[in-house]
Protein backbone atom coordinates (compact mmCIF):
# COMPACT_ATOMS: atom_id res chain seq x y z
CA UNK A 1 0.00 0.00 0.00
CA UNK A 2 2.64 2.61 0.87
CA UNK A 3 4.94 1.90 -2.57
CA UNK A 4 1.36 2.83 -4.48
CA UNK A 5 1.50 5.74 -2.69
CA UNK A 6 4.83 6.81 -3.21
CA UNK A 7 4.39 5.96 -7.26
CA UNK A 8 1.11 7.75 -7.14
CA UNK A 9 3.22 11.10 -5.50
CA UNK A 10 5.68 10.20 -7.73
CA UNK A 11 3.62 10.81 -11.05
CA UNK A 12 1.15 13.32 -9.62
CA UNK A 13 4.68 15.59 -8.53
CA UNK A 14 5.97 14.79 -12.28
CA UNK A 15 2.97 15.88 -14.15
CA UNK A 16 2.59 18.69 -11.73
CA UNK A 17 6.25 19.86 -12.39
CA UNK A 18 5.97 19.67 -16.35
CA UNK A 19 2.84 21.96 -16.34
CA UNK A 20 1.10 22.97 -19.33
CA UNK A 21 4.82 24.59 -20.49
CA UNK A 22 5.69 23.59 -24.20
CA UNK A 23 9.08 22.75 -24.98
CA UNK A 24 11.21 25.18 -27.45
CA UNK A 25 10.93 23.77 -30.81
CA UNK A 26 11.90 24.70 -34.28
CA UNK A 27 8.66 24.25 -36.44
CA UNK A 28 9.55 22.23 -39.09
CA UNK A 29 8.98 23.55 -42.69
CA UNK A 30 5.81 23.56 -44.48
CA UNK A 31 3.98 23.21 -41.46
CA UNK A 32 1.27 25.75 -40.69
CA UNK A 33 3.19 27.27 -37.32
CA UNK A 34 5.99 27.92 -39.61
CA UNK A 35 4.10 29.83 -42.27
CA UNK A 36 2.27 31.78 -39.57
CA UNK A 37 5.06 32.89 -37.75
CA UNK A 38 6.71 33.81 -40.77
CA UNK A 39 3.44 35.49 -41.62
CA UNK A 40 4.20 37.70 -39.30
CA UNK A 41 7.49 38.41 -40.12
CA UNK A 42 6.36 39.37 -43.18
CA UNK A 43 3.51 41.96 -42.39
CA UNK A 44 6.07 43.46 -39.79
CA UNK A 45 8.65 44.07 -42.97
CA UNK A 46 6.18 45.51 -45.17
CA UNK A 47 5.27 48.03 -42.58
CA UNK A 48 8.24 48.90 -41.32
CA UNK A 49 10.36 48.90 -44.93
CA UNK A 50 7.70 48.97 -47.29
CA UNK A 51 9.36 45.44 -48.82
CA UNK A 52 8.00 42.24 -50.11
CA UNK A 53 10.55 39.67 -48.88
CA UNK A 54 10.81 35.96 -48.30
CA UNK A 55 13.24 34.62 -45.49
CA UNK A 56 16.28 32.19 -45.49
CA UNK A 57 15.67 31.20 -41.94
CA UNK A 58 19.26 31.40 -39.95
CA UNK A 59 17.23 30.41 -36.30
CA UNK A 60 13.64 29.87 -35.38
CA UNK A 61 12.99 28.99 -31.83
CA UNK A 62 8.94 28.63 -30.56
CA UNK A 63 7.69 28.69 -26.87
CA UNK A 64 4.35 29.20 -25.12
CA UNK A 65 3.54 31.99 -27.46
CA UNK A 66 7.01 33.33 -28.20
CA UNK A 67 8.86 32.81 -31.30
CA UNK A 68 12.32 34.43 -31.66
CA UNK A 69 13.84 34.50 -35.33
CA UNK A 70 16.47 35.68 -37.54
CA UNK A 71 16.29 35.81 -40.96
CA UNK A 72 18.16 36.69 -44.42
CA UNK A 73 15.23 38.75 -46.36
CA UNK A 74 15.30 38.33 -49.74
CA UNK A 75 13.21 39.23 -52.54
CA UNK A 76 10.92 36.99 -53.76
CA UNK A 77 12.74 36.06 -57.16
CA UNK A 78 16.07 35.62 -55.01
CA UNK A 79 17.48 38.80 -56.73
CA UNK A 80 17.98 41.32 -53.99
CA UNK A 81 19.41 40.41 -50.14
CA UNK A 82 18.45 42.56 -47.65
CA UNK A 83 20.15 42.87 -44.50
CA UNK A 84 19.01 40.21 -41.69
CA UNK A 85 16.86 41.03 -38.64
CA UNK A 86 15.92 38.96 -35.88
CA UNK A 87 12.98 39.76 -33.48
CA UNK A 88 10.60 37.96 -30.54
CA UNK A 89 7.49 38.09 -32.29
CA UNK A 90 4.48 36.93 -29.82
CA UNK A 91 0.71 35.29 -31.03
CA UNK A 92 -2.10 37.36 -30.09
CA UNK A 93 -5.60 36.78 -31.15
CA UNK A 94 -4.42 33.90 -33.66
CA UNK A 95 -1.78 35.51 -35.45
CA UNK A 96 1.65 36.15 -34.84
CA UNK A 97 2.90 40.23 -34.35
CA UNK A 98 6.42 41.49 -33.84
CA UNK A 99 6.57 42.59 -30.28
CA UNK A 100 10.53 43.08 -30.53
CA UNK A 101 12.57 43.80 -33.27
CA UNK A 102 16.28 43.07 -31.85
CA UNK A 103 18.37 46.76 -31.81
CA UNK A 104 21.92 44.25 -31.04
CA UNK A 105 23.22 45.38 -34.43
CA UNK A 106 22.33 49.18 -33.97
CA UNK A 107 23.28 48.93 -30.42
CA UNK A 108 26.95 47.53 -32.03
CA UNK A 109 27.11 50.46 -34.64
CA UNK A 110 25.63 53.60 -33.26
CA UNK A 111 27.15 53.03 -29.64
CA UNK A 112 30.30 51.53 -31.09
CA UNK A 113 30.01 48.52 -28.82
CA UNK A 114 31.31 45.17 -28.69
CA UNK A 115 29.25 42.14 -30.33
CA UNK A 116 28.68 40.99 -26.88
CA UNK A 117 28.05 44.32 -24.99
CA UNK A 118 25.56 44.86 -27.97
CA UNK A 119 24.03 41.51 -26.97
CA UNK A 120 24.07 41.98 -23.35
CA UNK A 121 22.28 45.53 -24.29
CA UNK A 122 20.07 44.35 -26.42
CA UNK A 123 18.79 41.46 -24.20
CA UNK A 124 18.11 43.93 -21.32
CA UNK A 125 16.05 45.94 -23.43
CA UNK A 126 14.01 42.90 -24.30
CA UNK A 127 13.32 41.46 -20.98
CA UNK A 128 12.22 44.91 -19.92
CA UNK A 129 10.10 45.21 -23.07
CA UNK A 130 8.80 41.71 -23.04
CA UNK A 131 8.51 40.65 -19.61
CA UNK A 132 6.86 37.21 -20.47
CA UNK A 133 9.70 35.87 -22.77
CA UNK A 134 10.64 32.70 -21.68
CA UNK A 135 14.07 32.56 -20.96
CA UNK A 136 15.43 30.03 -23.27
CA UNK A 137 14.47 32.31 -26.52
CA UNK A 138 16.66 35.18 -24.88
CA UNK A 139 19.61 35.11 -27.25
CA UNK A 140 23.24 34.30 -26.00
Do not use: C
Not at 31 to 55: C, L, N, S, Y
Not at 74 to 80: L, M, V
Request: net charge negative; no cysteine.
Amino acid sequence: MKSRFFLLLLLVTTFALRGSAEEVHTPAPGTPERKAIMDGMRDWVIQQHQIEAIFVINALLVKDGYAWVNVNPQSPDGSAQYEPLSGVLKLEGGSWKMVFPDPAVELSTNENLSEGAAREKANAILLQQVPGIPRELVPR
